[in-house]
């Protein structure tokens, strides 16, 4: 199949090298023409610990001049960038017959959906640990899985059963909302926690009084999004801090760097659900406003 990844970040690398192991026809789409040359010369560079390294020779194209026809076109920009990548779909002949995957995290993007034209679209949740090291290099920071639902028309699962390599693997789901919102819960507690104490997620589970915050956190989403705070959520939240151990999340990441991260997305999507019920959340409000402070002194 010909995928197209649209944006070479972390996890779009990841999964252009993922797609290429197994045998498809990988374009990454990228913002800069520095970037589409970087991995057309070198190709992209996978990199797993503690010392696993492979090529993969893909193609890339800057998305604008990007002339082919994919039949998926998996979309790794942050949600902030989503506007501007949705316009491209919505105007650009080549996507109009594509399946269209996004992999955002938080929930912010699934309202702006609804105005694509495609029949056939898909919202997943990666729940991977990636960190990119260059244009065309990438680090496989954590292993967890992708899970994805129909959001609009059909959902091919025979395809995307094959799609397995090692414990790396595509789930297709029913239920949409459940999968964003177990997800959302995970974000809601690890990428704000870990962006003000600038720690990995493994610390999360490590340092008893982050894991005392965490499970604040954890409990104030649930209540905001109506979901029992049964032992098997909270155990998922510390799955993925366990399994993404090593992995500075991306929020950390866009901090770190100075870049805006995706808050909005998370704890602001998860405020004003809190306002519109009328409920008080202080440990969300708190986390909140730290990371817009944090966004501010860039
Ligand atoms: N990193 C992780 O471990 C995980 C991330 N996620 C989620 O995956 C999504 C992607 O995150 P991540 O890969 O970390 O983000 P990155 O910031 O690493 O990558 C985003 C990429 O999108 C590119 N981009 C921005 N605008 C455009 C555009 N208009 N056209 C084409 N490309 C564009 C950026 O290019 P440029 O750099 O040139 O601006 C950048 O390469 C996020 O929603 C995140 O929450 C989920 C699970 C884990
Ligand atoms: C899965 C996890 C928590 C990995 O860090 C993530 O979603 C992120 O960093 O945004």
């Not at 990548?85 to 993007?109: A, E, K, W, Y």
């Not at 397995?164 to 909302?177: A, C, M, V």
């Not at 950390?252 to 808050?263: A, K, N, S, W, Y």
Request: with cysteine.
């Amino acid at each position: 199949m010909k995928i197209a990844i649209v944006g070479g970040g972390s996890i779009g690398l990841l999964l252009a090298a993922f797609f290429s192991e197994e045998g498809q026809d990988v374009t990454v789409c990228t913002r800069t023409a520095e970037q589409a040359d970087a991995i057309n010369a070198h190709g992209i560079k996978y990199q797993a610990a503690p010392d696993y390294s492979k090529i993969h020779r893909v193609s890339a194209a800057r998305v604008d001049a990007y002339r082919e026809v994919p039949h998926y076109a998996i979309i790794c920009v942050k949600q902030h960038r989503l506007p501007e990548v949705c316009s491209v779909l919505q105007s650009s002949p080549i996507f109009r017959d594509s399946t269209l995957l996004f992999i955002q995290n938080g929930m912010g993007h699934v309202d702006t959906l609804r105005s694509l034209p495609q029949n056939n679209i898909l919202v997943g949740i990666v729940e991977h640990g990636a960190q990119k090291e260059n244009h065309h290099e990438v680090r496989h920071t954590g292993k967890g899985k992708i899970k994805i639902a129909s959001f609009r028309g059909g959902i091919d699962k025979a395809f995307w059963g094959r799609m397995i390599t090692g414990s790396f693997r595509i789930e297709g789901k029913d239920r949409l909302e459940f999968i964003m919102k177990e997800k959302l819960v995970v974000n809601s507690v690890i990428n704000p926690l870990t962006s003000l104490f600038r720690v990995q997620n493994g610390d999360i589970e490590q340092n008893s009084f982050l894991t005392e915050l965490a499970k604040l956190l954890f409990k104030e989403t649930c209540s905001i999004l109506g979901i029992n705070e049964t032992t098997d959520a909270w155990e998922h939240v510390l799955r993925v801090c366990r399994s993404t151990a090593e992995n500075r999340s991306s929020m950390l990441i866009d901090v770190e760097e100075g870049r805006q991260t995706e808050i909005e997305a998370i704890s602001g999507y998860l405020l004003k659900l809190a306002e519109g019920k009328g409920m008080d959340v202080p440990y969300t409000r708190f986390v909140y406003f730290g990371i817009k402070a944090l966004e501010r002194k860039k």
